[in-house]
Nanobody, 123 residues
């Protein structure tokens, strides 16, 4: 069974940092590229970052230079290090996996999703 489980969300002050983790079942992880998306109240789900099996990365302009995506293929985990957080980063963050190996920035390209973890940044 394919599973993605996020953790690491919480409440942080503006300027602070959080590290999100996504634990994937072996079957999921071997499918290829992984991504992080987020959804704020009343807004559509938006792309944050993605990483290919080989480690290539791509970021949304809004987080470039502040967030870093990485993966640990040996332990089936993906991470999102978030620094210099802003109140507008407040959202539920979702881990996603796709069967394709290339990076994708659209939600429809991803086949599997986690349940989400809340990130709240206070001003």
């Amino acid at each position: 069974q394919v599973q993605l489980v996020e953790s690491g969300g919480g409440l942080v002050q503006a300027g602070g940092s959080l590290r999100l983790s996504c634990a994937a079942s072996r079957r999921t992880f071997q499918t290829g590229a992984m991504g992080w998306f987020r959804q704020a109240p009343g807004k559509e789900r938006e792309f944050v970052a993605a990483i290919s099996w080989s480690g290539g990365t791509y970021y949304a302009d809004s987080v470039k230079g502040r967030f870093t995506i990485s993966r640990d293929n040996a332990n089936d985990k993906v991470y999102l290090q978030m620094n210099s957080l802003k109140p507008e980063d407040t959202a539920v963050y979702y881990c996603a996996a796709r069967t394709g190996t290339g990076i994708a920035a659209t939600a429809s390209a991803y086949n599997y999703w986690g349940q989400g973890t809340q990130v709240t940044v206070s001003s």
